[in-house]
């Protein structure tokens, strides 16, 4: 099971560190990711990170502005945004999945409930 947070409101060019916390044995053999949903639009990946080595993946949207991390010791993913933008605006959603290398939503298993947030210009 997981559990996201950290949504907000921020503006325009500020961060937040969205959290995601995962209950279970499983979480250190599973890939995570995160991916948002904003309204009218179909939802899409944003970043992902290994199981090991701790490799990562990132929509060209986001590259260089957010950077996604995990702690296994504490069954937690992160995703720190910077240089935020209003088209960041979404519901972000933390998912487990077999690889990192994969951004379709339907090939991550399991998902947490969304967190807001909301980007003004």
């Known amino acids: 099971q997981l559990q996201a947070s950290g949504g907000g409101l921020v503006q325009a060019g500020g961060s937040l560190r969205l959290s995601c916390a995962a209950s279970g044995r499983t979480f250190s053999t599973m890939a995570l990711g995160w991916f948002r949903q904003a309204p009218g639009k179909e939802r899409e990946f944003v970043a992902a990170?290994?199981?090991?080595?701790?490799?990562?993946n990132y929509a060209d949207s986001v590259q260089g502005r957010f950077t996604i991390s995990r702690d296994n010791a504490k069954n937690t993913v992160y995703l720190q945004m910077n240089t935020l933008k209003p088209e960041d605006t979404a519901v972000y959603y933390c998912?487990?999945?077999?690889?990192?290398?994969?951004?379709?939503?339907?090939?991550?298993?399991?998902w947490g409930q969304g967190t807001l947030v909301t980007v003004s210009s």
């Open positions: 998912a487990a999945g077999q690889t990192y290398r994969t951004t379709i939503a339907t090939e991550y298993k399991s």
């Open positions: 990170v290994s199981r090991i080595a701790y490799r990562t």
